[in-house]
């Protein structure tokens, strides 16, 4: 969190930060259309976070097949397709996926402004 006193102290303009998030956020959701092709993705088993590389160029959807199919010697907690900044696509034992999104989210509250903050830091999506 950053105190408003501070913000204005730096000389910045409440309309100036809040301009630059409206514009953050209208990248941010253009982003979100666009297929990307994750370099690996992650599995979560009780000893430990493992990464697994993917082959070069592979789209999204084929990740989330590949990672949801992956077989390890051990129990598999979750597996985790992350797309830096923007998202972490998560697949449940059960084969339950959703996705996380972080928008460029910052709020003023009690003199504060308090970044990724609108009821919590990230917000499930169902992914198709």
């Keep these: 969190p950053v105190p408003l006193a501070y913000i204005n102290f730096i000389g910045l303009k409440t309309i ?3 301009t630059s998030v409206r514009a953050d956020m209208k990248y941010f959701k253009e982003a979100m259309k666009k ?3 994750p370099g690996c993705f992650y599995i979560n ?3 430990g976070v493992f990464k ?3 082959p070069e160029k592979t789209k999204e959807k084929e990740a989330v097949d590949i990672a949801n199919e992956y077989a390890h ?3 598999i907690i979750a597996r985790y397709i992350c797309i830096k900044g923007l998202k972490t696509i998560v697949i449940e034992p059960d084969k339950n996926i959703y996705t996380l999104t972080y928008p460029p989210i910052l709020s003023l509250r009690k003199n504060l402004y308090i ?3 609108m009821g919590s830091t990230c917000h499930g999506v169902k992914l198709l």
């Design 115 to 117: 970044p990724g903050q």
């Design 35 to 37: 297929s990307f092709c």
């Design 73 to 75: 010697h051990e129990e």
């Design 16 to 18: 100036s930060i809040e």
């Design 52 to 54: 697994i590389d993917l």
């Design 45 to 47: 088993t009780p000893s």
